[in-house]
């Protein structure tokens, strides 16, 4: 289940601090944002080790950009949603680069029923859900993170999103279509279907 949403009177409060550099409104930003930003982050991460640095990374750049937060513009979990899956989008590709340049078999499995190749597979598929997520406009990878890797409720949602419960269901719903979309345009295509594909 997600955290719940703070008061706006709250997120006000806070806001005016991080663009004055109040020291005290970084204090309470952690405290208040820190957790859902650490289980967002190693949901969307796979329990990777660099879930501590990310988290880290998170909140480094958004100390920088601070004093461009606007309220106006959403709630304070939108704008720190936003900073946290840029820093996972850039791991996740710094990751890719170093996967591409080691073997294309990783050794040691602890299953022995299960060979490298259904690893390998297994891995794809989660980093396939990873890429496409982070992938989606912000409201889309946000909405589908909290259902999905949060849990939490449409009512949480549209709470958290400044949303009414319709509106939450709607925009849930188009971000699972843009969510199939973007998925199948990650699937790598098997030589079966490239035979029968048009445009080849």
Request: one cysteine or more; proline letters at 6%; charged letters at 30%.
């Amino acid at each position: 289940m997600d955290d719940p949403a703070l008061p706006p009177d709250a997120e006000l409060s806070i806001a005016a601090g991080l663009r004055a550099g109040d020291a005290d409104a970084w204090a309470r930003l952690h405290d208040e944002y820190a957790p859902r930003v650490w289980r967002t982050v190693a949901r969307l991460l796979g329990c990777d080790a660099a879930v501590a640095d990310v988290v880290q990374e998170t909140f480094l750049a958004a100390a920088r950009s601070a004093r461009t937060f606007d309220p106006a513009r959403g709630p304070l979990w939108a704008w720190l949603w936003g900073v946290a899956r840029t820093q996972a989008l850039l791991h996740l590709r710094k990751q890719a680069r170093h996967a591409r340049e080691r073997e294309a078999y990783p050794r040691g499995w602890d299953d022995p029923a299960r060979g490298p190749l259904d690893e390998l597979l297994l891995r794809e598929g989660a980093d396939l859900v990873r890429a496409t997520l982070l992938e989606l406009p912000a409201e889309y990878g946000r909405i589908l993170s909290a259902k999905y890797l949060l849990e939490s409720t449409i009512g949480e949602i549209a709470a958290a999103e400044r949303l009414s419960v319709v509106a939450a269901r709607s925009r849930l719903a188009r971000a699972r279509e843009a969510f199939r979309a973007g998925f199948r345009r990650h699937e790598p295509t098997t030589p079966r279907e490239a035979a029968h594909d048009p445009r080849s």
